[in-house]
């Protein structure tokens, strides 16, 4: 019974991306007259990006941000848009008149469970210029029209409706060379976590998702070919070690003030001053209702102690401080 509810929700989701995509171009003619109108207009917000490594808080932040504060962002309901970013949005508002969305939970990044007004990472969005298999985007792989289309769309967006525009999709951290050709402004939450803890739940991560311990998983550093031939501890930590140190070199292409970085710790220790800071970083007012998050989160060891030993051994080897191999 449970696999014909599957295999029915698949059939119906592929009917409405097909029947999506037939009205893409149909909506695009509508969606054009307003992105050529309010893309002229000066910017009156800079997007913001929430970046870092896999398993580091990410999803929880984005969800309580959102939920509380009168931002944009992409919800399930604009994600089925993707290529009608601006309809999407409009539709949204519409329907859900930016209400808060109340979902506190998600599958790795997923919170399709949690209705069309839930948080999504919306990778489609991005896919529509860069490749999916390839999440570091350099300079020579950066072109005018892509430029100039990203920063179209999200530039009317944001002046459309007058807010600011939050985006949760890691791979952002992998393209910030990008992101500062389309928004030399643009703002970075950049939420970090103890190697450890974040080696050790991408490691569950993958045997969750009936992965081999070997294989790679999630966010791809520009070096991920070598990545993937290393040992599964030294490929988890070298991978986090390498998305943290490409976020911080590129970092540097944007004024000090354009990050603003968030600890695990911070999430637990006390959530609503984390967001306090988020709010003064955005420049933006709390939503008039909303549920607040009883969030508890707790750092603790659950892996055998010969895979504690390995990670720690391996974070050992390189210097967290300066970013550089020893």
Same mark, same amino acid.
């Given at each position: 019974?449970?696999?014909?509810?599957?295999?029915?929700?698949?059939?119906?989701?592929?009917?409405?991306?097909?029947?999506?995509?037939?009205?893409?171009?149909?909506?695009?003619?509508?969606?054009?007259?307003?992105?050529?109108?309010?893309?002229?207009?000066?910017?009156?917000?800079?997007?913001?990006?929430?970046?870092?490594?896999?398993?580091?808080?990410?999803?929880?932040?984005?969800?309580? %941000?959102?939920?509380? *504060?009168?931002?944009?962002?992409?919800?399930?309901?604009?994600?089925?848009?993707? @290529? $009608? /970013?601006?309809? +999407?949005?409009?539709?949204?508002?519409?329907?859900?008149?930016?209400?808060?969305?109340?979902?506190?939970?998600?599958?790795?990044?997923?919170?399709?469970?949690?209705?069309?007004?839930?948080?999504?990472?919306?990778?489609?969005?991005?896919?529509?210029?860069?490749?999916?298999?390839?999440?570091?985007?350099?300079?020579?792989?950066?072109?005018?029209?892509?430029?100039?289309? %990203?920063?179209?769309? *999200?530039?009317?967006?944001?002046?459309?409706?007058?807010?600011?525009?939050?985006? @949760? $999709? /890691?791979?952002? +951290?992998?393209?910030?060379?990008?992101?500062?050709?389309?928004?030399?402004?643009?703002?970075?939450?950049?939420?970090?976590?103890?190697?450890?803890?974040?080696?050790?739940?991408?490691?569950?991560?993958?045997?969750?998702?009936?992965?081999?311990?070997?294989?790679?998983?999630?966010?791809?550093?520009?070096?991920?070919?070598?990545?993937?031939?290393?040992?599964?501890?030294?490929?988890?930590?070298?991978?986090?070690?390498?998305?943290?140190?490409?976020?911080?070199?590129?970092?540097?292409?944007?004024?000090?003030?354009?990050?603003?970085?968030?600890?695990?710790?911070?999430?637990?220790?006390?959530?609503?001053?984390?967001?306090?800071?988020?709010?003064?970083?955005?420049?933006?007012?709390?939503?008039?209702?909303?549920?607040?998050?009883?969030?508890?989160?707790?750092?603790?060891?659950?892996?055998?102690?010969?895979?504690?030993?390995?990670?720690?051994?391996?974070?050992?080897?390189?210097?967290?401080?300066?970013?550089?191999?020893?």
């Amino acid at each position: 019974m449970i696999h014909k509810y599957l295999n029915l929700k698949k059939y119906l989701s592929f009917i409405m991306r097909q029947f999506v995509n037939f009205l893409s171009p149909f909506i695009k003619k509508w969606e054009d007259r307003f992105i050529k109108k309010y893309l002229l207009k000066p910017l009156k917000y800079q997007p913001v990006f929430i970046i870092g490594a896999p398993r580091t808080g990410s999803t929880i932040l984005y969800q309580v %941000i959102t939920n509380q *504060l009168d931002i944009l962002y992409v919800n399930n309901l604009v994600c089925k848009f993707y @290529k $009608n /970013l601006f309809f +999407g949005f409009w539709l949204s508002d519409k329907l859900f008149k930016q209400k808060a969305h109340d979902c506190f939970k998600s599958d790795h990044g997923d919170t399709s469970t949690c209705g069309l007004n839930s948080p999504s990472e919306c990778g489609g969005f991005w896919y529509k210029w860069l490749r999916d298999d390839k999440h570091f985007i350099d300079y020579d792989e950066i072109t005018d029209e892509i430029v100039h289309q %990203i920063r179209d769309e *999200l530039t009317a967006v944001i002046n459309y409706f007058d807010k600011p525009l939050i985006f @949760k $999709n /890691l791979n952002a +951290g992998q393209r910030m060379r990008l992101l500062h050709k389309c928004f030399p402004e643009a703002k970075f939450i950049f939420i970090k976590r103890e190697p450890l803890f974040t080696a050790q739940s991408i490691l569950k991560a993958k045997r969750k998702e009936g992965l081999n311990d070997n294989d790679f998983w999630s966010i791809m550093p520009y070096n991920v070919e070598e990545l993937k031939k290393l040992s599964t501890y030294e490929q988890i930590v070298k991978q986090i070690y390498f998305l943290e140190k490409q976020i911080l070199e590129d970092s540097k292409l944007f004024d000090k003030k354009s990050l603003l970085s968030i600890d695990y710790k911070e999430l637990g220790d006390d959530f609503e001053n984390t967001v306090k800071k988020c709010q003064k970083f955005i420049s933006t007012d709390e939503k008039t209702e909303f549920k607040k998050a009883e969030i508890k989160l707790r750092e603790k060891v659950s892996l055998k102690e010969d895979e504690i030993k390995s990670f720690s051994q391996e974070i050992e080897k390189l210097d967290w401080e300066n970013y550089s191999d020893k």
